[in-house]
């Protein structure tokens, strides 16, 4: 009896627990933003937009790398992270100012929206050329819609690395902030014994075009999955004079705990 007990409340426990395609836009919906999926080059992306209105800067939200691996060697078939830590931080946005939300290709699509998606998409291949040309076409389908004029970016993890890239290509970008972001992809991936990237952009190799963009980077002093080394390295390839900052937080780990402190750590960067 005992074990068919055990049965049942398994059972139960995993139906009434929120899947990972429905937190997302759950958060959104109750929060009074607005979810979609937006047609975005070779993809349709996730998008989470705010009731706010207003003119000049469009903030926009990054999200990480998401649910990539279920084991170091077998890729995930769907990389919708199990919490959306960047979407976390949207909704948190205490600044006042226009804010959206962009998932990662493949992030909450699969399998009715999941055009074009490849399991290169989230592991070596997860900052590759179309990926950057597809959120890029996503942030000019935003700012265009609502009226914004220039763009801050904001990337946790590897939605860090991206924001990065586009800042690179892009000459509207006004900041770029990232979070715990792997923004060395050859010294981290060499330091780490990591596959190599194949197929993905290095941010490092494109910090010789962002000069002139203001940036934050946020790390955690006990993150073990990134850490403060990959982005110092990242800092070193920056032009002189560089208006950069590294902020690392000594008892942050790479999860936790951005998105519950986010605004706090916002109004310490003087945003």
Request: proline residues 8%; contains cysteine.
């Amino acid at each position: 009896m005992s074990r068919r007990l055990a049965v049942v409340l398994t059972l139960c426990l995993a139906a009434c627990a929120p899947s990972r395609q429905a937190e997302g836009p759950d958060l959104a919906r109750n929060a009074g933003w607005h979810w979609e999926f937006l047609p975005a080059g070779d993809f349709d992306v996730a998008v989470a937009t705010s009731p706010r209105r207003g003119d000049g800067t469009l903030t926009v939200y990054l999200e990480g790398d998401g649910f990539a691996y279920v084991q170091p060697n077998q890729p995930a078939r769907d990389p919708t992270p199990h919490t959306p830590v960047a979407l976390r931080m949207a909704l948190s946005d205490p600044s006042g100012a226009l804010v959206a939300w962009i998932g990662r290709p493949c992030q909450y699509t699969i399998p009715e929206h999941g055009r074009n998606c490849r399991t290169t998409l989230w592991t070596t291949g997860r900052y590759a050329p179309e990926v950057v040309d597809s959120l890029s076409v996503a942030l000019d389908i935003l700012k265009r819609r609502s009226g914004a004029g220039r763009l801050d970016l904001v990337g946790y993890s590897g939605g860090g690395a991206l924001a990065v890239l586009l800042a690179s290509r892009r000459d509207d970008v006004a900041r770029v902030v990232t979070v715990v972001a792997n923004l060395d992809l050859a010294y981290w991936t060499r330091r780490d014994g990591l596959t190599p990237l194949a197929g993905s952009l290095d941010p490092a190799q494109e910090a010789s075009r962002l000069g002139a963009v203001p940036q934050v980077h946020f790390t955690g002093g006990k993150d073990r999955t990134v850490g403060t080394d990959v982005v110092r390295s990242y800092l070193r390839a920056l032009p002189p004079g560089t208006p950069a900052r590294l902020v690392e937080m000594p008892d942050f780990t790479h999860s936790c705990c951005w998105a519950r402190d986010w605004p706090a750590l916002v109004a310490g960067i003087g945003w």
